[in-house]
T-cell receptor
């Protein structure tokens, strides 16, 4: 069965520090992977997606993610955190019936 | 930029009452979904809809739930007799082909509180 695991329900960084949010997946077929962000009281916004074209994927707001098949990972990074990045981040895998399977989410806290 | 619109943003209802959650997907999208997120839990798939019929539904989507696309623009989720455990944020999403390349686009959600 396909699944997504996000390590760390909460991650806290200082403003200007590197952001690293971890996502591992399990899939028997080449995966389609997504990162979504949820700001307080808002919906899920697509940050970026991996669709097998390139292993390093750039998204909005300076985020990027690298697909590593050998590690079954799709970690999200941003070189320098901003206060406005504080939100909940969800990694998701699309299955063969075009539905998303979500990880449990990671809440990013940015300290001034 | 086109967006998925959901109404109402908050809905409070009494247990046993019927509720209808409304969504207006992005206009050229053909794939529609409902997800829900119970407080503190994962975002869960409820149902997908394509070509005027349900494509897939989860085990959560029992006979109390139904979906409809009554006209060319709206997509609704009806809960016939709400239970306390139906309290959650409900998200509508839509997409276009190829879905695996485009991803899903979500609305801002309807917070349903069942008292």
């Amino acid at each position: 069965a396909q699944s997504v695991t996000q390590l760390g329900s909460h991650v806290s960084v200082s403003e200007g520090a590197l952001v690293l949010l971890r996502c591992n997946y399990s899939s028997s077929v080449p995966p389609y992977l997504f990162w979504y962000v949820q700001y307080p009281n808002q919906g899920l916004q697509l940050l970026l997606k991996y669709t097998s074209a390139a292993t390093l994927v750039k998204g909005i707001n300076g985020f990027e993610a690298e697909f590593k098949k050998s590690e079954t990972s799709f970690h999200l990074t941003k070189p320098s955190a901003h206060m406005s990045d504080a939100a909940e981040y969800f990694c998701a895998l699309m299955d063969s019936s075009y539905k998303l399977i979500f990880g449990s989410g990671t809440r990013l806290l940015v300290r001034p | 930029e086109p967006e998925v619109t959901q109404t109402p943003s908050h809905q409070v209802t009494q247990m046993g009452q019927e509720v209808i959650l409304r969504c207006v997907p992005i206009s050229n999208h053909l794939y529609f979904y409902w997800y829900r997120q119970i407080l503190g839990q994962k975002v869960e798939f409820l149902v997908s809809f394509y070509n005027n019929e349900i494509s897939e539904k989860s085990e959560i989507f029992d006979d109390q739930f139904s979906v409809e696309r009554p006209d060319g623009s709206n997509f609704t989720l009806k809960i016939r007799s709400t239970k306390l455990e139906d309290s959650a944020m409900y998200f509508c999403a839509s997409s276009e082909a190829p879905v695996q390349d485009k991803g899903l686009f979500f609305g801002s959600g309807t917070q349903l509180s069942v008292l």
